[in-house]
């Protein structure tokens, strides 16, 4: 299964676009990347999937370069709302799914 | 709306004693997880079970067990809980894969924050 690293931490103010890059340099032909997000005392909760290129939704947008190894999680015009722990996860041919230390992303007023 | 539920948001219990944590999910999913969480060390996966009455172990199965006797419950047994088992633990739940494997929601809930004295 591919390991994931992302950076521990991050600050940013009300208002900016945040980028939370994750490498993955052993990731499968068959992997997706998932990012998900998690609030304090609370559960997980899915973002974003993507496989290559550029997918986005309502909430954030995922950039995947050609070779698979990284991919960016862009988060525009953050509030302190979305002040909360980031996991990005590898997943494939495998029911399981692991999770990293995740980032942990603090938004100043 | 979806829902994974799990029988205790705070659980204090002491050395030695069984302690079971119950999961349940209403969105008839084959998949269920259990998951613990530690500051500094993200989700760690505990036991993980694809159909009823089958379970496989995870990362970090040792001192745990499970029970998943209907679809929708999933079980899990600390057998003489210790405190190095204090721990934030979280259920979650996905469908069966339909072709090329991938999940776009895993369904977690709230957790249970287990404190072995």
């Known amino acids: 299964l591919a390991k994931t690293t992302q950076p521990i931490s991050m600050d940013s103010y009300e208002g900016q676009e945040v980028n939370i890059t994750c490498s993955h340099n052993?990731?499968?032909?068959?992997?997706?990347i998932t990012w998900y997000q998690q609030f304090p005392s609370q559960g997980p909760r899915f973002i974003i999937q993507?496989?290559?290129t550029k997918v986005t939704n309502e909430v954030a947008s995922l950039f995947i370069p050609a070779d698979r190894k990284s991919s960016t999680l862009s988060l525009p015009r953050v509030s302190l709302s979305d002040t909360a722990v980031y996991y990005c996860?590898?997943?494939?041919?495998?029911?399981?799914?692991?999770f990293g230390s995740g980032t942990r992303l603090l938004v100043r007023p | 709306d979806v829902k994974v539920t799990q029988s205790s948001r705070y659980l204090v219990k002491r050395t030695g004693e069984k302690v079971f944590l119950e999961c349940v999910q209403d969105?008839?999913?084959?998949?269920m997880f259990w998951y613990r969480q530690d500051p500094g060390l993200g989700l760690r996966l505990i036991y993980f079970?694809?159909?009823?009455?089958?379970?496989e172990k995870g990362d970090i199965p040792e001192g745990y067990s499970v029970s998943r006797e209907k679809k929708e419950r999933f079980s899990l047994i600390l057998e003489s809980a210790s405190t190095n088992q204090t721990s934030m633990y979280l259920c979650?739940?996905?469908?069966?894969?339909?072709?090329?494997?991938?999940?776009?929601?895993?369904?977690f809930g709230p957790g249970t924050r287990l404190t072995v004295l």
């Open positions: 079970s694809y159909d009823v009455k089958m379970k």
């Open positions: 993507g496989y290559k």
């Open positions: 979650a739940s996905i469908p069966k894969p339909q072709g090329t494997y991938h999940t776009d929601t895993q369904y």
């Open positions: 996860l590898v997943e494939g041919s495998s029911y399981k799914l692991i």
């Open positions: 052993n990731i499968a032909t068959n992997d997706y």
């Open positions: 969105m008839d999913h084959e998949n």
